[in-house]
Every structure is written in structure tokens, then in C-alpha cells.
């Protein structure tokens, strides 16, 4: 159910493309509220999970490779690969080339799939505000599983109902340490029932799970499967500043959690986080 401005809304007749079209109906056949202070702010959203499923079809179709932190590398023109596995933005770069050429160089890169979501959502938020206002506000990225900027705004949370743009989580409960890198898959929801794992691809939620069920301990009979968990960046939040148009203003970026675990879930990456920082707030 949509509404805006307290008051319900009906998209008959609203002009967007096929697959905002998709979220919309989605939106408007369940019990779950979306709710909107203006149709602006419902577009924006609309606009930027568009981008979230076409920058996770663009890596899909790159050249970039799924590998662990301890062999993660990037293109140092543009990154300084820490010893921790992660890609911090050299200081002569904009961040909108650093992020584009994720794409545009593809072959020199790769990445685990939590840093792959943030990889994806920074791409298309680049795609809604543009390059200007993108680069005032991630000056100082670094690309490290779930870490990033506040002004990204990532939230996660236990839902009932996804729709394309969220990400997923894909748990494999019982998987073989000896590939722990498949203890779990995030994955992009797409369009049409399927999801994109970076270093599985597109594929369906059977499909996801079989997948993963491979990589299980020996003898095994614990099957992967699809949580409630949903993570996507602030919609709300990037709307606003995308309105505002402000320059950069102060911000207290976050503390850094090297963890050096591959694929896990923002909630678990939240649960290191506050050991690592004796429960501080982020």
C-alpha cells in the first residue's frame, strides 16, 4: 500500500518505465505501508532501485571476480589496497571516477559479495544525484565489505516483503569451512523473481539455494535458505540531500571493522562491529 502525504495512492496513470512500473504494482498489492511526504520523494525511490538492479546487472556482465579480502585487488590508479583487503580512495581521485571505473576496468578488480552490494548501491546513487553532488559527499570512501559512508545511509531490518532494489541475504548454515566465503550469498533483488550474487550471478531463490548447498559440510542435511533480513541504502536520507543540493557539510565518518569474514550479512557485520567498539553507537 502506497500513500503520500497520509493520503492513499493509485498508480493507474503514473509515468515510469517498465520496471519502476514492476516496483509500484509491487508497492500497491501488499498490506506493507510505503509512505511518501510527496510523489517526488516516491520517484526518486522509484529511480534509484531502478539503478540498484542495472548497476547489479552491469557487474553481473563485468569482468570483476568474486575472491576473499586476503586476495582482493583493484586498479591502484584510482585505490590503495589496504593489508586488510580493502580499497581505500586515493586522495587525487575523484570519487565518481574511482567508482565508475569499477565497471569501466573491470578486469582489474575483485571483490567480495558484501563489498559488491556496496560497490552497486554507491554506483546507483551516483546514476540519481549525479556526479557533482556525489563527489562532495563521498570524499572519503572506502570500499570494505558493509562498511560506508553515513550519507549512504544503510539500514537493515527483518521483513515480510521484498521488492527489486532491496538486498538479501541467502544463509547456508551448515557450509564446509573449507569455503566459508559460502556461509552465505547478499544478493540484489532483480526483476521477475531472481536475484544477483556476486560470484553466483542471476539467478532464481531455488537456484540461490542450491547453489550454496553444494558448499555444504560433508554429510549435510541443513539446506541454505532465503532470510527475512532486507538491507538497502536511506531513501529517504539521499532524497532529502538530493533536494537540499548542499555541499559537504562535517560528518563523523564510521570506525572501520576488519573483520575478515567473506559474505556475511549487514546484521553480522553490525554484531562486529559493536564487539570490536564495546557497543558504541555507530
Excluded at 586488510?84 to 576496468?105: M, R, T
Excluded at 553444494?214 to 539446506?223: E, F, T, V
Amino acid at each position: 500500500m502506497i500513500q503520500i502525504s497520509g493520503m492513499p495512492f493509485q498508480p493507474n496513470g503514473f509515468n515510469v518505465g517498465s520496471i519502476e512500473n514492476e516496483i509500484l504494482q509491487q508497492m500497491s498489492n501488499t498490506r506493507v505501508l510505503y509512505s511518501y511526504s510527496s510523489s517526488n520523494e516516491l520517484l526518486f525511490e522509484l529511480n534509484l532501485r531502478k539503478n540498484i538492479i542495472e548497476s547489479a546487472r552491469e557487474m553481473n556482465n563485468s569482468q570483476a571476480e568474486f575472491t576473499t579480502f586476503q586476495y582482493a585487488y583493484c586498479n591502484e590508479a584510482y585505490w590503495r589496497r589496504t593489508s586488510e583487503g580493502g580499497f581505500l580512495l586515493k586522495s587525487n581521485v575523484n570519487p565518481s571516477d574511482a567508482i565508475l571505473d569499477i565497471y569501466q576496468s573491470s578486469s582489474q578488480y575483485a571483490f567480495e559479495c558484501a563489498t559488491a552490494c556496496i560497490i552497486v548501491f554507491y554506483h546507483a546513487v551516483l546514476k540519481s544525484i549525479g556526479k557533482p553532488l556525489f563527489n562532495s559527499l563521498f570524499q572519503s570512501l572506502y570500499l570494505y565489505s558493509w562498511h560506508s559512508d553515513p550519507d549512504l545511509g544503510i539500514y537493515t531490518y527483518y521483513g515480510d516483503h521484498i521488492l527489486p532494489g532491496d538486498v538479501v541475504y541467502f544463509r547456508n548454515p551448515d557450509y564446509n569451512p573449507t569455503t566459508s566465503w559460502y556461509r552465505g550469498v547478499n544478493a540484489v533483488t532483480m526483476s521477475a523473481g531472481t536475484f544477483f550474487g556476486h560470484g553466483v550471478g542471476i539467478k532464481s531463490t531455488q537456484e540461490m539455494i542450491e547453489f550454496l548447498n553444494k558448499y555444504r559440510r560433508a554429510g549435510s542435511s541443513q539446506s541454505a535458505y532465503l532470510t527475512r533480513l532486507v538491507t538497502n541504502p536511506s531513501f529517504k536520507g539521499l532524497f532529502a540531500i538530493s533536494t537540499l543540493q548542499r555541499g559537504p557539510l562535517p560528518k563523523k565518518q564510521y570506525k572501520v571493522c576488519h573483520h575478515n569474514k567473506s559474505s556475511i550479512s549487514f546484521l553480522h557485520y553490525l554484531s562486529y562491529y559493536h564487539q570490536q567498539f564495546n557497543n558504541k553507537r555507530l
